[in-house]
């Protein structure tokens, strides 16, 4: 089974960027029957999808927040990132990493997520 | 962008009743592409459904899932103690969305 971690900064300036990492352990994130995502859930609220990255390097984005977006892999690492710029308050939100299965009836759920991070968007 | 509104906000059960929980897209769903997330209080969320209908693995049968079109259910037929939580649908027909969620709790 894979395990995921996120890892980043808890505390990020209105404007600035927020940037997280997710390390994968127990697979190799350039697999091809995987792809990658990271979702978001502001306190008390439901999850947002931010966008998605496949093993060709492909990524897709939630068009609300394409704009201020990236997804990228290190393979050397194996770390997917998140970077999402001129943040306000209401990206505060605790920030997971997640895998899914390349299927066709699968192919945009999430099976295996890290335990989340928090990011607090604040001066 | 296809918007999900889940329904009733909050369940109250006791253990051993049936759960029955709704999942309305605002168009119809490719190919039912609709998931089921079950998360409880400082956990991710777990994958139960995905396809409408098909429990992901080692999830227990007493989880089932159906509908079509824009009206979607999850049902647990018969509540454990640990089936306590959120649920969450998604569909991933149309880029993805989640509902707010249904809070399934003790009465």
């Known amino acids: 089974q894979p395990q995921l971690q996120e890892s980043g900064p808890g505390l990020v300036k209105p404007s600035e960027t927020l940037s997280l990492t997710c390390t994968v352990s127990?697979?190799?994130?350039?697999?091809?029957?995987?792809?990658w995502g990271w979702i978001r859930q502001p306190p008390g609220k439901g999850l947002e999808w931010i966008g998605s990255?496949?093993?060709?390097?492909?990524?897709f984005y939630n068009p609300s927040l394409e704009s201020r977006v990236t997804i990228s892999v290190d393979t050397s690492k194996n770390q997917i990132s998140l970077r999402v710029r001129s943040v306000t308050a209401a990206d505060t939100a605790v920030y997971y990493c997640?895998?899914?299965?390349?299927?066709?009836?699968?192919?945009?759920?999430?099976?295996?997520w890290g335990q989340g991070s928090l990011v607090t968007v604040s001066s | 962008e296809v918007v999900v509104t889940q329904s009733p906000g909050t369940l109250s059960l006791s253990p051993g009743e049936r759960a029955t929980l709704s999942c309305r897209a605002s168009?119809?769903?490719?190919?039912?592409?609709i998931a089921w997330y079950q998360q409880k209080p400082g956990q991710a969320p777990r994958l139960l459904i995905y396809?409408?209908?098909s429990r992901a693995t080692g999830v227990p049968d007493r989880f089932s899932g159906s509908g079509s079109e824009t009206d979607f259910t999850l049902t647990i037929s018969r509540l454990e103690p640990e089936d306590f939580a959120v649920y969450h649908c998604?569909?991933?027909?149309?880029?993805?969305?989640f509902g707010q969620g249904t809070r399934v709790e003790i009465k």
């Open positions: 127990g697979g190799s994130i350039t697999n091809r029957n995987y792809y």
């Open positions: 997640a895998r899914g299965e390349d299927q066709l009836m699968k192919l945009g759920t999430f099976d295996y």
């Open positions: 168009q119809s769903v490719f190919l039912s592409q």
């Open positions: 396809g409408a209908s």
């Open positions: 998604q569909q991933y027909g149309s880029s993805r969305t």
């Open positions: 990255i496949y093993y060709s390097g492909s990524t």
